[in-house]
């Protein structure tokens, strides 16, 4: 009886146990990346917050299509922190990528991001493909607002398979 009864309790106090995971709060606000100092950990060292502007949080220039008369027939727009220094430290980045028909984004991976895509313009043929042992391929053609998502760290692809350019927008969320 008495094992019953403590049986009873643990099994109680594991359900009611409440367990949070997840990334601690960041410590402050934002944290400008300060090209002038010789600092660097996780990022650029911040820039004192006197001096931030809403400037250094604007990129300009993911309306223009980029050039793709490549190999690959694609272009990636990225700006990064160097072009946006509010992104500094806060692990996500945005990307535009132009296609010409048949142009392709090839097999890749982000080993610490996820992503999700988004067409803007075109036809787009997108996929990736799970980890051993089932190698599993999910895939889709998307049109014009559609939107697909890419699982953390998998190797996925883009391909445009209309036959006219297309245009796709994604966002990455980068753990670090």
């Not at 067409?119 to 996929?127: D, N, R």
């Not at 953390?152 to 994604?170: C, E, P, R, S």
Request: include cysteine.
């Amino acid at each position: 009886m008495a094992n019953l009864v403590l049986t009873i309790i643990s099994l109680l106090a594991i359900g009611w146990t409440v367990v949070h995971a997840g990334e601690p709060s960041p410590l402050q606000d934002l944290c400008v990346a300060d090209f002038n100092s010789p600092v660097r950990v996780n990022g650029h060292a911040c820039l004192d917050p006197k001096k931030v502007t809403a400037d250094h949080f604007l990129f300009k220039g993911l309306n223009i299509p980029g050039k793709t008369s490549n190999p690959l027939g694609s272009f990636v727009n990225r700006p990064t922190v160097d072009q946006i220094p509010g992104l500094n430290t806060l692990g996500i980045s945005t990307v535009r990528v132009d296609y010409a028909p048949r142009g392709v984004v090839p097999p890749h991976r982000h080993p610490r991001a996820s992503e999700i895509l988004t067409v803007l313009e075109g036809t787009a043929l997108v996929g990736f493909v799970t980890s051993d042992p089932e190698n599993k391929l999910f895939s889709k053609v998307l049109k014009k607002g559609d939107v697909f998502t890419f699982p953390f760290g998998l190797i996925h692809f883009q391909q445009n398979v209309g036959h006219d350019n297309a245009v796709t927008f994604k966002l990455h969320n980068i753990l670090d």
